[in-house]
């Protein structure tokens, strides 16, 4: 076996780290841009180098899965959040907690942009302890659980898709159908919240002009 | 002779094929050959189409409009008019706007063409003439689809412009929810094939095409389709008489160039979609297949062009609600029922 062969044999490994590396610096990228666009937009390439490791481990139906979920339908509900509300709100609180952002904000009185300075330390110190808490624990469950090392199944023959599909309907059917009535909850639950918003929002109105309400309700479903 | 020379390419790639298996780096470098050459001939097979359809168009709406379309460049009737077209984008200034959120502005393009790419690699045009049959077909083009959405709302977030902005908006709320029924509508074919495979579900169409079968679900299929398209009635996201022209407004030159070609090239992907979904694809007799399937295609796409020319638009309220409350509920029933089909044959 030449040096080549040695070389092509490598390159899953190679692309394992190449997508590994841009999941990890992408991910760190939402916490680190200032636009909060391009956070949701680095969130899309995270989720895009996850289904690119699922293929490189045989596992295709859950590719497709990531990015018709991940991408097609959650990336696309925050940028439609962001788009839809106010950027200057959305960038406020982003801007204090900054060391520069706080200096915009001096006229009110230098000692207490200093308490502030000091406020906002102390959270990122209180959430760095969480975070380094969060992952000791993890990484200790990890470790004690002992997983098993199982080869990619894809050898076996069968598509990934009848592998999956007999499992869901026997083995995990009760789990795979309590999720799907959470979800259904969730939506719910979802729709009743917005509804009452707008209910009493339009009450509101009411009080105000009992003309201006319906006028209102047409411009707002053709906006 | 055609058929000749189709032995004897087959057995000189047959031979390269096997030579190349002896050792793990010929066979990457195989791979990675093969895999150019497929891109160059789709790419190929996209700009072609792609010039054809747009002369069809225009001549198409003309006809409609009871005038003559292009005429001019080219005779008979104004051929050449798109390749002048093309040659005149490509020569036109590459503007940004000052105000445009620059990486987004750039990126959008090469995404949306990306993804109208990625739609051709599960489209059988013949037996053996599909880039890569993948087991996940199906799933792999709404995945793909995904993109679609994405690009839109870089290119109107990116653009800065409120007509831009507004056309993504409407765009991208649309794709999403039209996406719902189109998935449950294909599901009906998925059950009645019993595959996710493209290729698969043309071969288990030989003595039957799956709209004889599932009517409901090809109208579903094809309403959603006009939405996955962005053509009238659905054309919300580009409204020539409201947003100007939506989501590209603020691209020129070769940058609206990539939209264009997308555009067009997502048209002949997903005709040629619906035909292996619901017109058996590349079957047909005595004509060879890939003769049969850009007949079924073409013919699919005059179809598409005639409602385009012929409706008005919705608007964006008629177009959610006929969405969730028509389609949806349609596309949920035709499952069912095919569902209760399959389990009882």
Redesign the interface.
Known sequence: ??I??R???F?PTLGFFVLGTVILVSAWMVGQVR?I??AA?FM?LAFTGV?GVFVLLGA??L???Q??VY???I??MF??AI??SDLKELSGPAAGSGPGGSGSRAPEGDGEAAAARTAARAWVLLAGLVAVAFAGIVLAAVAKAGLPEVSVPAASGE???VLIGRELFTKFLVPFEVASVVLLAALVGAIVLAAREDKDRGLGEEADSGAGAAGRRNGG??A | MPADLGAFLQGVFDQVHLWASQ???W??LFTLGWGIVKVVLVLGFIIVNVLVLVWLERKFSGRVQSRLGPMRVGRPHGWAQTIADMIKLLGKEDIVPRAA?K??FVIAPVVIFTATMLVYVVVPMGPRAIVSD???GV??L??????T??SV??AG?GSSSKWS?LG??RG??ML?SY?VPMVLAVMGVVLLSGT?STNAIVKSQSGLWYILVQPIGFLVFLAALFAELNRVPFDLAEAESELVSGFNIEYSGLRFAFFFLAEYANLLALSAIAVTLYFGGWQGPFLPPFVWFMLKTYGFIILVMWIRWTLPRV???QLLEFGWKVLLPAALVNLAVTGVYVLLT
């Open positions: 076996m030449s080549l062969d070389l092509v044999l390159l636009r666009t391009h937009f899309v289904a295709d139906f590719a497709g899965s990015v018709l991408v097609g339908a990336a696309v940028l439609f788009m839809v598509p990934t898709t479903v053709t | 050792s793990p780096f066979s990457a959120d990486a987004l993948l087991n996940i799933l792999y709404a995945a793909a689809a995904s993109f959405v994405i709302l870089m977030w902005l993504a908006l991208a709320a999403v996406e996710l608007r964006v309220d």
